[in-house]
Every structure is written in structure tokens, then in C-alpha cells.
């Protein structure tokens, strides 16, 4: 069964921090991807890697960047937190082949940003 | 903005009875994809369509993409508890595969 485990389930930070995300993932997928899900919004793109070392802005990247240093992980950074950015976070992961394979879900971070 | 569009965004049946969501785009989608979240879950994928005019079938779940692949619907037969949740179509309009805002189902017993 793929695994992708995401490193706190809840987190919260204070305005101004700067925040770490991690995901890993254990089944060699290429494609990993951060979304944050609020209410009545779905789950939006925030940023996406097909790559070692590669990454690709998605729909809502203002405030955030990745790392991808390795190919099981995918870090996401928000540099100032702010109020904004309290939400779920989740991660996921898909096999080569661009949006033509399944994404596999971590179980989601939840920040407060206070 | 959203590129998949999603409705209703709520929906609330007595058990038994049917369910419809829907999923629109303004442009052409390579494929569409469905995924079920539970609460308290994380998103797990249901099923994949590719071909124009698609149907598939999972037990009581029927999905259809459209013929001009800009629209897609899931389906519950006989709706039951257990299929609370939230459903999201997700399609690729061009290679990344963009959420609709989710249809949240809940189920009177």
C-alpha cells in the first residue's frame, strides 16, 4: 500500500514564524503535490514537483515555496506565516505521467496561525 | 479561479434515496477524476474516466463523462450511511489536475 505521512497532524504558529511542512512518501512516485482545503473551496494547488530538485507554481502559490531534495519528500515553506494561512494542509503523490494517474493523500496538517 | 466547477455544494438525502453531483469545465479535460473524502478523512481516489461519453460503474456509484469531455456526474443508487462524505471531481485540463469545490453528502438514517 502506498504511504504518504505528512509530520504533524496539527500545528499551531504565531503570526511571523516560519513554518515546515514535511511529506514522505514510500512508494517511489515522482509526482508530489501540496493543497490546502477550506471550506467551500476544495482543495486548491499550491505547489507542485514532477522532479528531484524541480517544482512548479500552482494556482495559489503567494506565500509559500517547496523543497524537493529528495524524491520520497516534499517540504512546504511558508516564510512569514500569517492569519491567512490558517487551513488543512495536504499532500499527495502520483506515479509519472502528468495528471494521469491517481494522487495518494497524506492525512493532512492542520494549521492555526495565531 | 476554480477551473472545475462543482454542484451542489451540499446535499442532504434520507437513506435510500438517490444522490447527483456534478462537475463542469470551460475547457476540454483530458480526464476527470473522482475521490471521496470521509470527515476527519483524506481524499481517496474512486475512479478515473478518459474516453468521451464514458460510463463506469462501482456497485451503486455511476459515473459518466461527458461527450464533449467538459462535464462529468457521480451517481449513488439507494443512497446508505456509510457513503457520507465529501465527493470531488478533479480534471486535467492541461496536465495538472485542478479539485472542484466538493459536494458534502450527508445521509439521514
Known amino acids: 500500500d502506498v504511504k504518504v505521512t505528512q509530520s504533524s497532524r496539527y500545528l499551531v504558529k504565531r503570526t511571523g514564524e516560519k513554518v515546515f511542512l514535511e511529506c514522505v512518501q514510500d512508494m517511489d512516485h515522482e509526482n508530489m503535490f501540496w493543497y490546502r482545503q477550506d471550506p467551500g473551496l476544495g482543495l486548491r494547488l499550491i505547489y507542485f514537483?514532477?522532479?528531484?530538485?524541480?517544482?512548479e507554481k500552482g494556482d495559489i502559490p503567494e506565500g509559500y515555496s517547496v523543497s524537493r531534495e529528495k524524491k520520497e519528500r516534499f517540504s512546504l515553506i511558508l516564510e512569514s506565516a500569517s492569519t491567512n494561512q490558517t487551513s488543512m494542509y495536504l499532500c499527495a503523490s502520483s506515479p509519472p505521467g502528468q495528471g494521469a494517474y491517481e494522487q495518494y493523500f497524506g492525512p493532512g496538517t492542520r494549521l492555526t496561525v495565531t | 479561479g476554480q477551473q472545475v466547477m462543482q454542484i451542489p455544494q451540499y446535499q442532504h438525502v434520507q437513506e435510500g434515496e438517490d444522490f447527483t453531483t456534478y462537475c463542469n469545465s470551460s475547457?476540454?479535460?483530458?480526464?476527470i477524476q473522482w475521490y471521496k473524502q470521509r470527515p476527519g478523512g483524506h481524499p481517496v481516489f474512486l475512479i478515473q474516466?478518459?474516453?468521451?461519453?464514458e460510463v463506469k460503474k462501482q456497485k451503486r456509484l455511476t459515473f459518466q463523462f461527458g461527450e464533449a469531455k467538459k462535464n462529468s456526474s457521480l451517481h449513488i443508487t439507494a443512497t446508505q450511511t456509510t457513503d457520507v462524505g465529501t465527493y470531488f471531481c478533479a480534471g486535467s485540463p492541461s496536465g495538472d489536475m485542478r479539485f472542484g469545490a466538493g459536494t458534502r453528502l450527508t445521509v439521514k438514517p
Open positions: 514537483s514532477y522532479d528531484v530538485k524541480m517544482k
Open positions: 475547457t476540454t479535460l483530458s480526464n
Open positions: 474516466l478518459v474516453k468521451s461519453g
